[in-house]
């Protein structure tokens, strides 16, 4: 097949460019004229310069494209001090008319978990895909917004539609500094004391990219939604896991609940064979390659 894909040039959309290339697919990818491409280059043929609302370039994005890949986020403007009226304008406005243009062809939307906040009582804390959409943020209302127009698109109009929802995605970002676990290994390779409270949900983006792969041509993951949380971990955790990894001792603020209140049920994803199994040995393995890369 081939794929347009918008937000090639960033952490997950070069990782999707580089699995789809692998398995045989052909791609078109949008970036913006500040983004850097060499990394890129050898999964991609074709680039197409402009912003992700840019009309204009939505012909040369589009042609010969059987499936579109939505994975570009405009974040200037949820930047403080908000600006409302752009993020209107460039993401929701911008990713609605991109998904009309793209009739008929597949649509995937990268979402995210952020659509869910507020988790009702009644699930007692298994969150699946039947749950209501309750953002606690203009990010997260924004991709809601989206999600509702897939499923407009697909059940009036028959369009292939499909959302997937992953939580905080991690491994090496291109970008190093701002891959997740790079302020925690710094700041114990200096031997510093570690007491950031809370933590997270995460995902690895190699199961982001299978994903997005499993969905392509896929007809049982049409008008389906799919959230991708693999594990639970503190920022404790990720701290003590570098420690042992760097054998230094620093003092770490384990007060954090070691449970999260909330988890996001599996069974919907595995249907795609994206089994999210990795735990906390695959956040040691990701914590690893960092710590080696920032040796060097």
Not at 162 to 182: E, F, M, N, S
Not at 245 to 259: A, R
Request: with cysteine; proline share 4%; glycine share 8%.
């Amino acid at each position: 097949m081939h794929i347009a894909l918008t937000g090639i040039s960033g952490f997950i959309g070069s990782k999707v460019a580089q699995v789809l290339h692998r398995e045989g697919h052909s791609i078109t990818g949008l970036v913006r004229k500040t983004s850097r491409c060499d990394h890129i280059q050898p999964f991609v043929q074709n680039l197409v310069v402009g912003d992700q609302n840019d009309e204009s370039v939505w012909p040369d994005l589009l042609q010969d494209a059987d499936c579109v890949v939505h994975n570009s986020v405009d974040w200037q403007p949820l930047k403080e001090p908000v600006d409302l009226d752009q993020h209107l304008k460039s993401n929701l406005l911008g990713s609605i008319r991109l998904l009309h243009a793209a009739a008929p062809r597949q649509f995937v939307f990268i979402s995210t978990v952020a659509v869910h906040h507020d988790m009702r009582p009644r699930w007692q804390g298994q969150i699946d895909e039947d749950h209501p959409l309750r953002p606690g943020s203009l990010y997260g209302a924004y991709k809601a917004a989206v999600e509702t127009h897939l499923w407009d698109a697909h059940y009036r109009l028959g369009q292939h539609t499909c959302a997937l929802r992953p939580c905080a995605v991690y491994g090496i970002d291109p970008k190093l500094d701002r891959t997740i676990g790079y302020p925690i290994v710094k700041r114990i390779m200096k031997g510093k004391n570690f007491s950031r409270s809370g933590g997270g949900k995460f995902v690895h983006v190699d199961d982001v990219a299978a994903a997005v792969l499993a969905t392509l041509g896929n007809p049982d993951a049409a008008g389906k939604a799919y959230n991708m949380a693999d594990c639970y971990a503190r920022w404790a955790d990720l701290a003590k896991i570098t420690c042992d990894l760097l054998n230094v001792e620093v003092e770490i603020d384990f007060s954090s609940p070691n449970q999260a209140k909330n988890t996001f049920t599996k069974d919907q994803i595995k249907t795609l064979g994206v089994n999210l199994d990795r735990g906390h040995d695959g956040i040691r393995k990701h914590l690893s390659e960092l710590i080696a890369l920032m040796r060097d």
